[in-house]
């Protein structure tokens, strides 16, 4: 049994990266792994202000809910950030999750194998790749590991427009089997 810790990263509940984290979460479960879900809808999440004194303190200094995420993504086997893409990278709000969580840096962590699953109105192949880039900037900050999966669904920008798609198939097989 793993720890699993899932992260879905739009702020719109029911979005289509957040319907893919559902299936993944699902599918983590039925493989018997104990799995959590954290949705940012609602969550208080201040920006970096590079002050470093999280270096010295393992937390952060800014008394939001990045601390009680961290603390959740260092036990965690697992770590699966789902997110919507725009403009060709990340959603904001992941981007400032990852930059607050640099009091992780000096500390011990649990995970090895950390997953991204994507979702786009845009359906090329290279869609996710910058989003995939900028998360490995951060997993190379871990070299115990690795980016272990990656699952992207294109051609989807309305809400629930993933509703039937194979994809999110896929991301309850990728669930399932790690």
């Known amino acids: 049994m793993k720890r699993v810790i899932v992260i879905s990263t739009s702020l719109r509940r029911g979005s289509n990266s957040d319907m893919l984290a559902n299936q993944f979460v699902e599918g983590a479960k039925t493989a018997g792994n104990e799995v959590e879900k954290i949705s940012l809808v609602g969550k208080n999440i201040q920006f970096c202000k590079g002050c470093l004194a999280c270096q010295k303190l393992d937390r952060c200094v800014i008394n939001d809910d990045v601390n009680d995420i961290m603390a959740k993504v ?3 086997d697992v770590v699966v950030w789902a997110t919507p893409i725009y403009y060709y990278e990340m959603s904001g709000q992941m981007k400032t999750l990852i930059d607050r ?5 000096s500390q011990d962590y649990a995970f090895r194998d950390v997953y991204i699953l994507t979702t786009a109105a845009e359906n090329e192949e290279q869609t996710p790749k910058r ?4 998360l490995t900037g951060w997993i190379d900050c871990y070299p115990k590991s690795r980016l272990a999966g990656t699952l992207f669904c294109g051609g989807v920008n309305d809400a629930r427009e993933i509703e039937g798609n194979p994809k999110l198939q896929e991301a309850f097989e990728l669930g399932k089997n790690i």
């Not at 969580?101 to 840096?105: D, G, H, I, S, V």
């Not at 989003?131 to 900028?134: C, H, L, Q, T």
């Open 131 to 134: 989003a995939e880039i900028g």
């Open 74 to 76: 260092l036990k965690a």
């Open 101 to 105: 969580m640099n009091a992780m840096y």
